[in-house]
């Protein structure tokens, strides 16, 4: 039986985007590998609303993240977390000797823009690392007003993770001033996992080239050079079948329109709240909550495992709480293909399974 999984990345990738997957081989260095690489970032950067380049890399969005921070911290990189993702954003810089201060705020509350102004107001920072939605937690980030802020300080290059959001959620690159914006493909974009996908905007090219250790596999000034000299190619082989499949599948999201998938995304979103509210209370901030996924306080100390066992032998799976949280919360994700239907019925077993 074919599951579905409700929880955040991977999700269900529809049948007629992993036959795309069984297309034969085409060399990594054809002509047709650059037509294809040339046709995805079109379509991207019409998803993202950007002119910036669009730069793909087979690992997942982990990847581009360490890159980001890596390749375009000269000064120190100032990391804004609420929640597990940004802590760990942190930790790749550590781990890669690149210098950063981590600013945290309590689990389930956003990140305060006035918090951002004045750390950045010190001038010790020429990088922001912050996530526009943090799927531990289930919050979305006031990032327009992030961005108003970002905007004061020009030395800053704006590195955003949005890589449970992005195609399921409007973020408009070019009008925020994000320099990078970072994404997988096994989330809300409705791919399997396997590529990860960043903006690179002018100011993060003129920053990278002023940074001298930017390793090699993520070094994303050199991804860019390679593909603007070789015609939208990479240094190293990418995943072609993915690629296959994320043509098509942009191809899918730009026939639905934007604002029609992003509609979708809130309106399943508002089902799951709805329900939540009726039996539980929702873990995160109500002036913040995400549209593709959504975290619920266990208030009625439900075995969270025993739920979970009893939805798959039905064919469906839903995520516990991430880390700490884990039994605490739980998390329903609604970002992808996923349609108001396909919510209802996860809803209506959860229901019966509960007796509610
Ligand atoms: C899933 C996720 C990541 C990690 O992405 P991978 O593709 O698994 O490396 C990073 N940030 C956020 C917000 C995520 O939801």
Redesign the pocket.
């Known amino acids: 039986m074919t599951k579905k999984l409700f929880i955040?990345?991977p999700i269900d990738v529809r049948t007629d985007v992993l036959e795309q997957m069984t297309k034969p081989m085409i060399g990594h260095r054809s002509k047709d590998a650059s037509l294809l690489q040339e046709s995805i970032s079109k379509k991207l950067q019409q998803v993202f609303y950007t002119k910036s380049e669009i730069l793909l890399s087979t690992s997942?969005?982990?990847g581009l993240?360490e890159g980001a921070i890596r390749s375009c911290t000269s000064k120190k990189a100032a990391v804004f977390s609420c929640g597990a993702?940004g802590d760990r954003w942190h930790k790749m810089a550590v781990t890669n000797n690149v210098k950063s201060d981590l600013y945290k705020v309590e689990l389930g509350r956003a990140i305060d823009p006035q918090m951002v102004d004045k750390v950045l107001s010190t001038g010790d920072y020429d990088l922001i690392a912050v996530?526009h939605?943090?799927?531990s937690t289930g919050i979305t980030n006031p990032i327009d007003e992030i961005a108003d802020i970002v905007k004061k300080y020009k030395d800053i290059v704006f590195c955003v993770?949005a890589?449970?959001s992005a195609g399921g959620s409007k973020i408009e690159v070019d009008k925020l001033g994000i320099d990078i914006l970072i994404t997988?493909s096994?989330?809300a974009l409705g791919l399997p996992?396997g590529m990860?996908i960043c903006t690179f905007s002018q100011k993060a090219i003129d920053r990278a080239d002023q940074v001298e250790f930017r390793g090699t596999y993520f070094d994303l000034l050199a991804m860019y050079k390679y593909l603007k000299k070789k015609n939208y190619q990479y240094p190293s082989t990418p995943s072609i079948p993915l690629m296959y499949a994320m043509n098509y599948q942009l191809d899918n999201i730009l026939k639905e329109g934007l604002d029609n998938r992003f509609k979708r995304h809130e309106d399943m979103a508002q089902l799951v709240r709805t329900w939540a509210h009726k039996h539980f209370k929702l873990f995160t901030d109500e002036n913040h909550l995400s549209n593709t996924l959504t975290v619920i306080e266990n208030t009625q100390n439900i075995n969270i495992s025993q739920l979970n066992s009893k939805l798959m032998e039905q064919g469906m799976q839903i995520a516990n709480g991430y880390g700490d949280l884990k039994e605490k919360t739980f998390r329903i994700s609604h970002m992808g293909d996923y349609q108001i239907e396909d919510i209802q019925y996860l809803l209506k077993t959860i229901d019966q399974i509960l007796e509610f």
């Open positions: 955040p990345g997942s969005g982990s993240m993702f996530q939605n943090e799927t993770d890589v449970s997988s096994h989330k996992p990860a």
